[in-house]
Structure formats: structure tokens, C-alpha cells
């Protein structure tokens, strides 16, 4: 297409990521008044495929839950997983016995490593208006040498988050929320201690970027050998090297060079994944990330025989009734919001 966006591509439920990310989950629902169980009402769960609801009926999914919407407990293996919460809470259980409740703008990164089972349920908090969620699932793939670390999870809360607010020559405000990597002057803030994103020269940046309408912005460069991809998921359309892009679409992009950004007539909202690939095998099995089928079978039978600790909680999709933000580590550390 151009020297800087080599191609453009239409969003689906899972948006297509490059090495060394796996793939982004984009989650928006609005979720109706919740009832005192934390769920919607039984009117509301009537003509849903409870257990595997995907299918966007009034609104909103209950994904994998019955009686509240998100996914009970199940398990994760050789990857991490960055969770954004723009909208909305997720409730957080795990295996390590380690839970929290975080959202409107918190963040979650888990490094699964040899193993773990962890639940996230959307909780609908509100019983008197309704329960909006915007939530992006990415996931982050390990090298060789990483896949085999405990298990760790660690919480970003939005108050700590750096954002860079700045205005462009016009006048109009761009915002960068910096969930991993660096933007200018401001870095963020620290990932779990065995991630990717911890070693250095991996150029791992995540970033939410929002635009006022007719707002102009030029995306840095990056390294020359990382992967790029800026996904446009709302918004009118944006004008960039003679092109207008329409909300809707991915743009995956050589980092190395920079990219003029021209915003349409609405806000724009995107979210940028940048990182260098690890170039190493992967097979991938449902929530199991390995580098060879035999690596595989170990894992599979290491979940059939441990279950990686068990499920210490009294629930599948176990919520954390009327708390607030809050974490409990597995070392019994507890932070509240």
C-alpha cells in the first residue's frame, strides 16, 4: 500500500496481532442493571446459550458465565495476558489464591509462565442504571527461556498509569495512555518480573491513543526490526499517507518509520502493539502456548494431573460482591482502591 502501512485490515472479535503478541480480545458490552447476585436479571438470560453466549443479543454477551457474564475459571500456560479495563470492573480469582476487582482504567498483567487457572467475570455492580464494559484482552507470547517461570500477576492501577496529554499545532488534544514501553519523557510503569516486556531491547509498547476530532498526530518510530500494528477501533475515519482509513480496521505498519495521523469528525480512539518477534516456534493449543508438540503434551498432562494447584474458591465464576478496586496478592499483601 505505502512504505510505512503495509496493509489494512477489518477488526473481528479477536483482533489479528503479529510476533510477539498472539492476539487482542476487544470486549465492549452494555450490560443492563445488575441484579444483588451480580448479574442480570432471569429476563435478561432468556434465549442465551448459557455456558457459550457470543452472539451480541440486546447489547451484551455473558460469554462463558451462567449467572454473570465473563469466564470462569480455566486455565493458562506460556504466555501473559494484559488486561485493560476502560469500562466497567473484571473480577479477578486464581489458583495462586490471589484475587481483585479492577476497572475504569486499570490494568492487569499476568505472566502465566508453567501454569495457572484464573477466572475473570464482569460484574454488573450497578442496580440502579446499566454496566458498560470496554475491556482489551492481549496476549503476550514468552520465549523458550520464559515458559516454564512461576505464575505472577501484577495490577496497574490508573491512578499510576502515565498518560501524555499534549495539543497539536491546532490546538487539538491528543492523549497517550502508556500501558507498557515509553512515549516521550514518560515510561511505563514496571511489568510482572519474568515478562517479555521486562527484558530489555524488546522495544514492547503498548499504548492507547485518543484523538479529538480533526486532531493531528505523528506516531514515533520504532525499532527496525519490531512488528507494528495500530488498531482503529472507534471513531469516523482518519486520513493517513493519502489514504482515509474508516473506525473498524487494523493498520499494520513498518515501525521503523513514523506515520502522520489526520483525525476525522468524531474521536478517534486506537491502541497500538509494537514489539519484536521472538521468532520462535509456536504451537498453540486452546490456552496452552508451547514451542513443540512434545512441549505440549507435557503441559496438557501437567493440567490433568495438577490441575496447576487447583481451584481454592468456592464458585467457577466466583465474584467479589460490593467491594471496591482492590487486589489480593498471593502473599497476602492487600491493596484497596
Not at 163 to 168: L, R, T
Not at 247 to 273: R, T, W
Request: net charge negative; aromatic share 10%.
Amino acid at each position: 500500500m505505502s512504505d510505512v502501512i503495509l496493509k489494512v485490515k477489518a477488526l473481528g472479535f479477536h483482533w489479528e496481532t503479529k510476533d510477539p503478541f498472539m492476539f487482542c480480545a476487544f470486549h465492549q458490552d452494555q450490560f443492563p442493571k445488575g441484579e444483588v447476585n451480580l448479574g442480570p436479571s432471569k429476563e435478561g438470560l432468556k434465549d442465551r446459550f448459557l455456558g457459550n453466549d457470543f452472539h451480541k443479543k440486546d447489547g451484551w454477551r455473558m460469554y462463558h458465565g451462567k449467572e454473570v457474564p465473563g469466564f470462569p475459571y480455566h486455565p493458562h500456560a506460556g504466555f501473559e495476558t494484559i488486561t485493560l479495563v476502560e469500562k466497567g470492573f473484571a473480577d479477578h480469582s486464581d489458583s495462586m489464591g490471589a484475587k481483585g476487582r479492577f476497572g475504569q482504567g486499570d490494568a492487569q498483567w499476568m505472566t502465566a509462565g508453567k501454569g495457572v487457572l484464573h477466572s475473570e467475570m464482569f460484574p454488573l455492580v450497578n442496580q440502579d442504571r446499566e454496566n458498560p464494559l470496554l475491556l482489551f484482552q492481549i496476549w503476550l507470547n514468552l520465549p523458550k527461556r520464559s515458559k516454564k517461570v512461576d505464575p505472577h500477576y501484577k495490577m496497574l492501577w490508573h491512578e499510576d498509569i502515565p498518560i501524555v496529554e499534549e495539543k497539536d499545532e491546532h490546538g487539538k488534544t491528543i492523549r497517550v495512555k502508556v500501558i507498557a514501553g515509553k512515549y516521550k519523557s514518560e515510561k511505563a510503569l514496571d511489568p510482572t518480573p519474568d515478562s517479555l516486556a521486562a527484558e530489555d531491547n524488546t522495544d514492547i509498547q503498548i499504548w492507547r491513543i485518543s484523538l479529538e476530532e480533526g486532531a493531528e498526530f505523528i506516531l514515533p518510530t520504532g525499532e527496525a526490526e519490531s512488528n507494528r500494528i495500530l488498531f482503529f477501533y472507534e471513531g469516523d475515519q482518519i486520513k493517513t499517507e493519502g489514504f482515509e482509513i474508516p473506525a473498524g480496521h487494523s493498520l499494520d505498519l513498518e515501525a521503523s518509520q513514523e506515520l502522520k495521523l489526520v483525525n476525522g469528525d468524531k474521536k478517534a480512539e486506537l491502541l497500538l502493539l509494537q514489539g519484536k518477534p521472538i521468532n520462535e516456534p509456536v504451537v498453540q493449543q486452546g490456552p496452552f502456548v508451547a514451542n513443540s508438540p512434545e512441549e505440549m503434551h507435557n503441559i496438557i498432562r501437567e493440567y490433568q494431573r495438577t490441575q496447576f494447584g487447583g481451584w481454592p474458591w468456592p464458585k467457577a465464576e466466583f465474584t467479589h460482591g460490593d467491594k471496591g478496586r482492590f487486589a489480593l496478592f498471593a502473599d497476602g499483601n492487600l491493596v484497596e482502591k
